[in-house]
């Protein structure tokens, strides 16, 4: 039965003296199996509420509420039973590429279609049984988001090592028939999916358009932990290039023919390539941001329109700031950085951090650690009024880094105020002026690492 793991204030829950500890039996007579069954459970206004206490009570509520009201509970599990983990051993699991010491919600493998319809995670759908793809189409769990790979059978049996991975295309289709709305996506790896069997996945996938609304290809991600693991290698600048043409060929293609892009390359091409990103329109919805699709553009293109108010001079004698970045994000910061030179008081240094805990093929801003961020600046940022960190950098709920250092000990050990900002356009434009007040409501810190806004934890089922 789902257990409460924390009430949430001045919510229904709190109001009807609800507990940790305390467990969901029935809500209108229904068994409440996972998360899925608890959101169409709780889509009305007036509901009997069977709860099994922590002392062993069992208390009936009748209960009016709005349609869209929850009742303000975080479960012990995101899914409320139990989440469904990966059947897979991929010859690129980033899980694999982790060192043994991280935090074991780091180490979870999880491929579980509901958190893929509630949360966006990527699922391979080579651990969903027939009467689940059946419910997923029956209750319009909609839109998924995919990970194929390889649309070749026998290839994704080798690069998933799971002998049911070759039944995607007949998966796909059924929820397609079904109704039911896909983001795919491709991790390239250099000699086992690219060239003609790239072109393969994206002539086999585009078939199911518009239910499979987008396919991304990214690069793969190697970390210097890969011990005992296959050898397989990052993709090289000529590579990557070879990527982005062959991606431009079908986007020119299916944009004559289904008036959208519908294959994209991730950022991290264009920024092995050294090439510029591609303008806005050919991104479509820009549906694959969090795949890191797109996110170079949104951000320039948020610079060009916050641009005319930008002031002349900063407010005051002057400004020193730091701005921590990645190596990716390196070139389109500092040259977003330069637009600023005409202002008055105002002086900038931008500091890409080298992945020295992950390996430095590891190049982007989600994956830097406080560590890292400590050990090179140490003796670069004294005098600064203020050192800028990217949210991307720290876990949803917390200002945690992925090797559990936080915001405070950063701030500490370099001695300067710390203000976290979206990593965003705005929010890097805004942080460097020190207007961060003038942010929409958004993760992020001050200094003082007062949380201005209470973000939703997608490691918790909140409801």
């Known amino acids: 039965m789902p257990k409460i793991y924390k009430v949430q204030p001045g919510s229904l829950a709190e109001e009807l003296e609800l507990e940790p500890g305390d467990e969901l039996v029935k809500i209108n007579g229904q068994t409440i199996r996972d998360i899925v069954d608890l959101q169409f459970a709780l889509a009305t206004e007036e509901m009997e509420l069977e709860v099994k206490k922590s002392n062993g009570e069992v208390w009936v509520f009748e209960v009016e509420k709005g349609y869209d009201e929850g009742l303000g509970v975080e479960w012990e599990n995101p ?24 935090r074991q919600t780091l180490n979870v493998r999880d491929d579980d279609y509901r958190l893929s319809f509630l949360h966006g995670n990527f699922v391979t759908l080579t651990n969903v049984k027939d009467e689940e793809l059946q419910r997923i189409v029956d209750l319009k769990m909609s839109p998924l988001n995919v990970s194929v790979h390889t649309t070749n059978p026998e290839l994704r049996v080798r690069m998933l090592a799971n002998k049911r991975s070759g039944e995607i295309l007949r998966q796909i289709e059924f929820l397609a028939k079904g109704g039911i709305e896909m983001n ?32 991304s290809v990214v690069p793969v991600g190697l970390t210097k932990h890969r011990r005992g693991l296959h050898k397989l290698r990052p993709c090289t600048p000529e590579e990557a290039k070879r990527v982005i043409n062959q991606v431009a060929y079908w986007q020119e293609r299916f944009r004559a023919q289904l008036g959208v892009s519908f294959v994209h390359a991730a950022d991290e091409f264009y920024v092995i390539a050294d090439k510029d990103v591609p303008p806005g329109d050919h991104y479509d919805e820009f549906a694959q941001t969090e795949n890191g699709v797109g996110v170079i553009r949104i951000f320039l293109d948020e610079l060009d329109e916050i641009w005319p108010r930008v002031p002349k001079r900063i407010v005051g004698t002057r ?31 931008v500091f890409p951090i080298v992945n020295d805990f992950y390996g430095h093929n590891v190049t982007v801003a989600g994956l830097i650690t406080g560590t890292d961020i400590v050990a090179q600046l140490q003796d670069k940022v004294s005098g600064l009024d203020t050192l ?16 559990d250092s936080t915001v405070d000990q950063v701030r500490d050990a370099l001695q300067i105020p710390v203000t976290v900002v979206p990593a965003t356009g705005m929010g890097l434009m805004y942080g460097v002026l020190g207007h ?10 001050e200094a003082t690492l007062r949380v201005l806004e209470n973000p939703e934890d997608v490691s918790t089922a909140t409801m």
């Not at 899914?79 to 991280?102: E, G």
């Not at 949803?396 to 992925?402: C, E, W």
């Not at 961060?436 to 810190?445: A, E």
């Open 184 to 215: 795919t996506q491709v991790v390239l790896v250099p000699e086992w999916n690219d060239g003609a069997e790239l072109d393969r996945t994206i002539q086999d996938l585009v078939k199911f358009y518009p239910a499979v609304r987008t396919l």
């Open 436 to 445: 961060t007040q003038s942010l929409p409501p958004r993760r992020r810190y």
């Open 79 to 102: 899914t409320v039973d139990r989440v469904h983990l990966c059947h897979n051993k991929c010859v690129f699991c980033f899980v694999d590429q982790i060192p043994s010491n991280m």
């Open 388 to 403: 800028l960190l990217p949210d991307i950098m720290l876990k949803d709920d917390a200002d945690v880094f992925l090797d």
């Open 319 to 349: 400004r020193n700031v730091g701005i921590v970045t990645s190596v990716s994000a390196r070139k389109t910061i500092e040259q977003s950085i330069q637009r600023l030179g005409h202002i008055a008081g105002l002086e900038t240094h």
